[in-house]
């Protein structure tokens, strides 16, 4: 079940190419805007690309070449091809689990075995079977009005994977839950996920971690960041995915003494940690590791940035202070003693031992 996808969307300046193997789950992540509705929505069927083509196992969900408008305008002689979204193979997990509130939760997730000509008894076993898989096997006599919003999400789950999708689609599955009920749905994702072929969009770290084996970052429509999840996250190339990660990032360019950074700054990295001088590289900081002062220390062994405060922010015991460059945590006595607020300039400081630098 591999799945090539490309396509071009030049009103929502979308251009993205992307191959997923045999039961590989890719998390999709990105700020608001980015196209990963779009994305999704072009795999399901739902929008049509200006051009592109998309291929599940052998099958052409859509082939639009670039000229196709215009050339069926002059001549016919280049045709698109276009698969319905029923016929696809796909299935999308909206957000909110819709599911028909006229029908019981089996006959909900009976519905796709059903549509597809398979016989009641069969269709209503399979049900049975998805919904123990989802552990939801005593709900299967109510209506969707008599759920919580966490089993709903279940039977919205097993209703998708009912039909054996050749690949499922989630759209940000976790996030109209209450977060008491999430983990129990997380794990139950992981084990529906494990072999399946899926593309999960999340604003959650956690749920790149533990569902997806490689992570997909979009920016205005592009793909600007991919790979394993471990190393988007341990090593991000934007301050999109290290924001994820909880990082500091500084981009810049590697010299004969460190990292000159995009913004002006010479930055020290680890003794013996070799990078090809005039190589792009990034710098990855944990806020933890990173102290304020109010006056520039003096101190030869550190890196010291000057940042000015843009806000403050509790996170457990501590402060995160964020600047225009760098985010330090901190505890409160800190933030009381030097009297920090937004608009305060500071000094930030970190060892060069602190600091991860890698080639982007
Ligand atoms: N129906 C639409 N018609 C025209 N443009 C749209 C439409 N829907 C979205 N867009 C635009 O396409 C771009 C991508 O939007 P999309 O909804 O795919 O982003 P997203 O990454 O899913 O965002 P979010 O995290 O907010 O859901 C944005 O610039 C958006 O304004």
């Given amino acids: 079940m591999t799945f090539t996808f490309a ?46 083509r998309a291929v599940l196992d052998d099958r052409v969900l859509f082939d639009v070449p670039a000229d196709a408008q215009g050339a069926r305008a002059a001549s016919n002689a280049i045709r698109s091809r276009w698969m319905p979204p029923h016929a696809r193979g796909v299935s999308l997990l909206a957000q909110d689990a819709l599911l028909f509130p006229h029908l019981t939760v089996l006959d909900n997730v009976a519905f796709g075995p059903r549509s597809a000509g398979v016989h009641r008894a069969e269709a209503d076993a399979r049900a049975h079977g998805w919904l123990r898989r989802v552990d939801a096997a005593e709900l299967s006599a109510r209506k969707p009005g008599q759920l919580s919003g966490g089993q709903g ?39 529906v996920l494990a072999d399946r072929t899926a593309v999960i969009v999340t604003h959650d770290v956690l749920d790149a971690f533990t569902l997806a084996d490689r992570v997909v970052v979009l920016e205005a429509g592009r793909i600007v960041d991919i790979g394993p999840t471990r190393q988007v996250l341990d090593r991000p190339s934007t301050q999109f995915a290290a924001g994820l990660a909880a990082l500091n990032l500084l981009l810049g360019t590697a010299s004969a003494y460190g990292i000159r950074t995009d913004a002006g700054s010479h930055v020290a990295v680890p003794v013996g940690q070799s990078l090809p001088e005039g190589a792009r590289v990034g710098v990855a900081i944990r806020p933890a590791l990173v102290s304020v002062s109010a006056t520039e220390p003096f101190d030869p062994a550190l890196n010291i940035l000057p940042g000015v405060i843009i806000d403050l922010e509790t996170r457990g015991d501590l402060i995160r202070v964020r600047t225009d460059h760098l985010a330090a945590d901190v505890t409160p006595g ?27």
Avoid: C, H
């Avoid at 933030?335 to 300039?345: P, T, Y």
């Fill in 334 to 360: 800190v933030v009381a003693d030097l009297d920090l607020s937004s608009g305060a300039r500071v000094w930030l400081a970190f060892r060069p031992t602190d600091a991860v630098a890698y080639l982007l």
């Fill in 153 to 191: 999400q279940r039977i919205a789950v097993a209703r998708a994977l009912a039909s054996d999708p050749g690949l499922l689609l989630l759209d940000e599955p976790l996030a109209a839950l209450d977060v008491s009920v999430a983990p129990a749905i997380r794990r139950m994702l992981r084990d």
């Fill in 7 to 52: 396509a071009t969307l030049a009103e929502r300046g979308f251009d993205v190419e992307l191959t997923i193997a045999e039961g590989e789950t890719v998390a999709l992540l990105g700020p608001n805007g980015a196209g990963k509705s779009t994305l999704l929505n072009l795999i399901a069927g739902l929008i049509r690309p200006d051009s592109g």
